[in-house]
């Protein structure tokens, strides 16, 4: 079963893929976090960054949009950069995503996705792929048999199900009970997403469904670099490896944004997950949420590796 690296927004960008995949040996697949064509017609230069920095790595391009026109238009852009498989994120859950028809919001207007979805299907680029990262509905599961029915019309390379509502967030436990009944009503190649933190909770899935063809981690993957690795049988991450790991996020991050205080931001937002790794890091969370200079931050950080003992199981802290 292939393992693959979910797309999150800020996190697991074109300077992070190929930094995880030297120390931790990488994904089968790494989803790009989103890119968002609109009516300018032109990539953003963190669009361009997250689609031109990938070379050596398997990565898959994903797009948000609820417009056929800016689908296809970017689907063509893909198609001449050399990609030959793109994903569409049907799944994201923020608000202020939703609350514009897309991502998961679009699953509250099933006719609209439909239509979307033919559109698509109509002009898509000669020999281009395409996948779905969805959610199992907006407000209630009761609307997965007719999203699945949906997605079930057209030839997806992969139907990746994150089985929660959008309501829901990332809240209480993915409903993979749901899984069971997919499988049986789709003749898709199907991806399982949610709450894989642990080797253990890897082999369960795999085991109760083996007939999916893939399982992909995001959170638990942020928590714990080494989740992959560990999962195929091979060590869990040494405290030499997540330091490896930080200093080339830190310097990449000052070298792209410009000095300390922007790479402490974007920092600060990988040690929400990665202090998973670690036990007792509250008050290493409230050095780094104060820090303000390049020194005080990694004032803090040396101290987490000097003095906090390696957690036996990294899973992401709670809440998250």
């Known amino acids: 079963m292939k393992l693959y690296a979910a797309p999150l927004e800020g996190m697991t960008n074109d300077l992070w893929r190929p930094i995880h995949a030297a120390l931790f040996g990488g994904a089968d697949r790494y989803f790009t976090p989103f890119v968002s064509p609109n009516a300018t017609y032109k990539f953003q230069t963190k669009e361009l960054n997250e689609l031109t920095h990938n070379e050596g790595l398997p990565v898959i391009p994903q797009i948000l ?13 893909m198609a001449d ?52 990262k969805t959610r199992v509905g907006k407000e209630s599961t009761q609307e997965w048999g007719r999203l699945l029915a949906i997605y ?21 436990h993915a409903h993979r009970e749901l899984m069971a009944d997919t499988l049986a009503a789709t003749w898709l190649p199907l991806c399982y997403n949610g709450d894989i933190f642990t080797p253990a909770a890897a ?40 330091r490896q790991y930080h200093d080339a996020l830190w310097e990449a991050y000052r070298a792209r944004l410009g000095g300390d205080l922007n790479a402490i931001y974007r920092m600060r937002e990988l040690w929400n997950y990665l ?17 303000k200079t390049g020194s005080e931050y990694l004032a803090a950080v040396e101290r987490l590796f000097a003095e906090n003992e390696l957690s036996d199981n990294p899973h992401p802290p709670e809440g998250k």
Not at 92 to 118: F, H, I, N, Q, W
Not at 152 to 172: A, D, T
Not at 221 to 234: T, V
Not at 275 to 291: I, N, Q
Request: glycine share 10%.
């Open 65 to 77: 949009t609820n417009s056929a026109d800016h689908f296809l238009w970017a689907a063509r852009e």
């Open 81 to 132: 950069m050399g990609y030959r498989e793109i994903n569409f994120n049907l799944g994201c859950p923020s608000g202020t995503v939703t609350a514009k028809r897309k991502g998961a919001g679009m699953l509250s207007y099933p006719d609209d996705l439909e239509r979307l979805l033919t559109d698509i299907f109509d002009g898509l680029p000669a020999g281009m792929r395409l996948s779905v």
């Open 152 to 172: 079930n019309q057209f030839p997806l390379s992969e139907l990746i199900v994150h089985p929660r509502v959008q309501k829901e967030f990332y809240r209480g």
């Open 203 to 242: 082999v369960a899935v795999a085991r109760e469904y083996p007939t999916l063809i893939a399982l992909m981690m995001g959170r638990g993957l942020m928590a714990d670099p080494a989740l992959l690795r560990r999962i195929r049988g091979g060590d869990a991450a040494t405290r030499e490896e997540l």
């Open 275 to 291: 202090s998973g790794s670690f036990e007792d890091t509250d008050k290493f969370l409230k050095s780094v949420r104060k820090a």
